[in-house]
């Protein structure tokens, strides 16, 4: 079996497992993939994925950050499990603006044995758009986890791992102030950004721009709304 596939089986294999175990097989399939990021564990996105010359509906993404799975098996599997949820929220009932921890989200973590914590720490606030979570125990998900036999956890466990950190380079994404100001343009060339949680930046056209405090895609300030 190739390298790529070898890795991603297992995250598929994953997936199914857990959404056996904590969704009741409730949840569609998803495309689940890796990424390098700065600020957070995983996220998930709506609509990300369509199948080629089909008519079927457009297909759900998770990503995990490859370069924090180097924690333990159960921290990054809870990470999974919580994009997972967010994933039940678009398809059950009315989705909430992406990167959003709302009240359902956090009902139905809380359900699957993980409790919602903006620090990660009992007492934090449930709600919001910078959310983690700390694992109940006992709970859902720490009984699923622990059902993992010895023969299936080399099945669930990624072959490989990366030997990257946590990059330092801003490149490729941008972070502002929220509700920074966006100066004009003297040549003409840079544009500016806005996204959904209000932060603005500027730069050349055509980036593709993602906000760390909402996760949400930056998109180009029309000149009315300036």
């Not at 950004?193 to 980036?207: D, F, H, I, Q």
């Amino acid at each position: 079996m190739s390298i790529t596939k070898k890795q991603f089986t297992a995250l598929s294999d994953l997936y199914e497992y857990y959404n056996h175990k904590l969704f009741l097989g409730e949840l569609p399939e998803c495309m689940v993939s890796l990424v390098r990021a700065y600020e957070y564990h995983g996220a998930f996105s709506p609509n990300r994925w369509i199948e080629k010359n089909s008519d079927t509906q457009p297909i759900h993404e998770i990503v995990l950050n490859a370069n924090t799975m180097t924690r333990p098996d159960k921290a990054w599997h809870s990470t999974l499990v919580h994009e997972m949820a967010h994933l039940y929220i678009q398809v059950n009932g009315k989705a909430t603006s992406r990167g959003y921890h709302c009240k359902r989200w956090a009902a139905k973590m809380k359900h699957i044995g993980l409790h919602p914590s903006h620090n990660g720490m009992p007492g934090g606030k449930e709600t919001g758009r910078r959310v983690t979570h700390y694992i109940i125990e006992g709970g859902a998900f720490e009984k699923a986890f622990n059902k993992i036999s010895a023969k299936d956890i080399a099945k669930y466990n990624l072959p490989y791992q990366s030997l990257i950190g946590l990059p330092t380079s801003s490149a490729v994404v941008a972070s502002a102030a929220p509700h920074s100001p966006v100066p004009e343009s003297r040549s003409g060339v840079k544009v500016g950004y806005e996204c959904t949680c209000g932060n603005k930046v500027w730069g050349k056209a055509g980036l593709e721009l993602l906000c760390w405090d909402c996760l949400c895609d930056f998109t180009v300030i029309s000149k009315q709304s300036k």
